[in-house]
């Protein structure tokens, strides 16, 4: 039998939908095991969210404890579950690589920031295994921004050495990943990906829906009604930054949005999600077209693949520099390419591997990650 080389990625992305434990095999080059999701409880989601958006929350580092420790709980039963569902001896994983759940974080280039929580003292003693987190605290230690930090993994597994090709994850924020046939990596946040459209669609609907299931709200909408505000909005300075820049849904709070009064007499519901959903695709496209200056194959993964209408959005574009496609048509499927990345990066620093992150968050190589044995 080939002896296997087992690590766990786990995290809940910026949309706080669900925990995604991931188990990988990275004896022959890399090998999806098993995976489980578990759906966050909305109350906790509820919570998160109340952290993210207000910054004078009373009692707030109470309430960051407890929900700590509550995320802590659900990120070990969600890795135990994956381990029973898998059927293997939980000795063989050599760690669990947690991200964790972003709650703050600031890519100021002076004090850059960053806050997880997920309790991962009490994700090693529910699971009995190794665990490695705080990986963007590593990242800041050693003078980068902290974020993004999948670019390396993307490096890794995706690059080729006679194309150029892009991947762009569409999560609660949308980062894209530059891979040059020749040429430096480069990686950046580009801007919000699926958050304004999930706080839009739980506000219309009073929590009863989280997101816009498969496109379906956008695609009954008119974007052209918020034509103005859409501009104005990627007018503001993040979208001037020069790269590498990182990005945080604490930053795009939909009650702060600045909509163009004159567009808000005639919006329906369905017209706001296809123009916050308008957002997201002229933002990817614009930074795309600006940074990719030759041919360019680009690969979306993130739970914005499955909005239909957004993809639909891009198969409409018709620029000959500029063909998409989804990660799975190199073999890694869209949804498991982030918590892979932490499976990843927690076998480098068991391995004591240096991460290589310069161009994308202006650290210099380290050891990503801190170790509970």
């Given at each position: 039998?080939?002896k296997?080389?087992?690590?766990?990625?786990?995290?809940?992305?910026?949309?706080?939908?669900?925990?995604?434990?991931?188990?990988?095999?990275?004896?022959?080059?890399?090998?999806?095991?098993?995976?489980?999701?578990?759906?966050?409880?909305?109350?906790?989601?509820?919570?998160?969210?109340?952290?993210?958006?207000?910054?004078?929350?009373?009692?707030?580092?109470?309430?960051q404890?407890?929900?700590?420790?509550?995320?802590?709980?659900?990120?070990?039963?969600?890795?135990n579950?994956?381990?029973?569902?898998?059927?293997?001896?939980?000795?063989?994983?050599?760690?669990?690589?947690?991200?964790?759940?972003?709650?703050?974080h600031?890519?100021?280039?002076?004090?850059?920031?960053?806050?997880?929580?997920?309790?991962?003292?009490?994700?090693?003693?529910?699971?009995?295994?190794?665990?490695?987190?705080?990986?963007?605290?590593?990242?800041?230690?050693?003078?980068g921004m902290?974020?993004?930090?999948?670019?390396a993994?993307?490096?890794?597994?995706?690059?080729?050495?006679?194309?150029?090709?892009a991947?762009?994850?569409?999560?609660?924020?949308?980062?894209?990943?530059?891979?040059?046939?020749?040429?430096?990596?480069?990686?950046?946040?580009?801007?919000?990906?699926?958050?304004?459209?999930?706080?839009?669609?739980?506000?219309?609907?009073?929590?009863?829906?989280?997101?816009?299931?498969?496109g379906?709200?956008?695609?009954?909408?008119?974007?052209?009604?918020?034509?103005?505000?859409?501009?104005?909005f990627?007018?503001?300075?993040?979208?001037?930054?020069?790269?590498?820049?990182s990005?945080s849904?604490?930053?795009?709070?939909?009650?702060?949005?600045?909509?163009?009064?004159?567009?808000?007499?005639?919006?329906k519901?369905?017209?706001?999600?296809?123009g916050?959903?308008?957002i997201?695709?002229?933002?990817?496209?614009?930074?795309?077209?600006?940074?990719?200056?030759?041919?360019?194959?680009?690969?979306?993964?993130?739970?914005?693949?499955?909005?239909?209408?957004?993809?639909?959005?891009?198969?409409?574009?018709?620029?000959?520099?500029?063909?998409?496609?989804?990660?799975?048509?190199?073999?890694?499927?869209?949804?498991?390419?982030?918590?892979?990345?932490?499976?990843?990066?927690?076998?480098?620093?068991?391995?004591?591997?240096?991460?290589?992150?310069?161009?994308?968050?202006?650290?210099?190589?380290?050891?990503?990650?801190?170790?509970?044995?």
């Open positions: 039998m080939p296997s080389d087992l690590y766990i990625g786990v995290l809940s992305g910026t949309s706080a939908d669900s925990i995604d434990a991931l188990l990988v095999d990275f004896s022959n080059s890399i090998k999806v095991v098993d995976r489980f999701s578990k759906k966050i409880p909305k109350t906790v989601k509820n919570k998160i969210f109340e952290l993210v958006l207000n910054k004078k929350l009373p009692n707030y580092a109470n309430k404890k407890e929900l700590d420790y509550i995320l802590g709980e659900l990120i070990g039963n969600c890795v579950q994956l381990i029973k569902r898998s059927k293997i001896d939980k000795k063989m994983v050599k760690a669990i690589g947690s991200h964790g759940q972003t709650i703050k600031s890519s100021s280039r002076k004090n850059p920031f960053s806050l997880q929580i997920g309790n991962p003292e009490l994700v090693r003693k529910l699971t009995g295994i190794k665990v490695v987190y705080g990986f963007r605290q590593s990242d800041i230690a050693n003078g902290g974020a993004p930090l999948t670019p993994f993307h490096n890794e597994y995706m690059s080729q050495a006679k194309v150029n090709r991947i762009v994850n569409i999560g609660g924020i949308t980062n894209v990943t530059l891979l040059p046939a020749k040429g430096k990596i480069l990686g950046w946040d580009i801007g919000p990906g699926n958050c304004l459209i999930d706080q839009a669609v739980k506000n219309i609907t009073d929590g009863k829906k989280q997101f816009d299931n498969k379906v709200l956008a695609k009954k909408g008119n974007p052209q009604i918020l034509e103005n505000t859409i501009k104005k990627l007018n503001t300075s993040y979208f001037k930054k020069p790269i590498p820049k990005q849904v604490e930053n795009y709070d939909l009650k702060k949005l600045r909509f163009d009064p004159s567009e808000m007499k005639k919006l519901d369905v017209d706001l999600i296809s916050l959903t308008e997201t695709f002229q933002s990817i496209l614009r930074d795309l077209q600006k940074y990719c200056k030759k041919k360019y194959e680009v690969y979306f993964c993130g739970g914005g693949t499955k909005n239909n209408y957004l993809m639909d959005r891009f198969k409409e574009v018709n620029l000959e520099s500029l063909q998409f496609y989804v990660t799975s048509d190199l073999g890694i499927d869209p949804l498991d390419v982030e918590a892979m990345t932490f499976a990843w990066l927690a076998k480098k620093r068991i391995e004591k591997q240096n991460i290589e992150l310069t161009n994308v968050t202006g650290s210099k190589p380290c050891l990503m990650g801190e170790v509970i044995n």
